[in-house]
């Protein structure tokens, strides 16, 4: 298992304010940008499984697109119910224009297409 960092997009991908779907191996991560600074965090909503890629960037929050419950995008904490709790965030590095993610024991599989 891999606890490497994983080139995911480019700075340019994502404009500041902007979110996006992108994988480490097999797992799915949402990407944002807010105010210039990335972070990475688990593609599902830890109360029901949405597809958190799928909701509303407000800021440095991110609502389900199911039940609203809304999550600090930085620290991955549950703000509002129905979520109860917090989502998980991986570390992100950025070298040069690359946009590099750790998902710590993400298996290096080539991604679902």
Known sequence: ??????????TSDLEPGAKKRVYVGEQRVMLTNVDGVFYALDDLCPHALAVM?????????????LHGARFNVKTGEVLSSPAEEDMTVFAVKIEGEN????????RDAPRPS
């Open 1 to 10: 298992m891999s606890q490497e960092f994983v080139h995911v997009a480019q």
């Open 53 to 65: 890629s799928a909701g509303w960037l407000d800021g440095d929050e991110i609502v389900c697109p």
């Open 99 to 106: 946009v590099l993610v750790c998902v710590p024991g993400a």
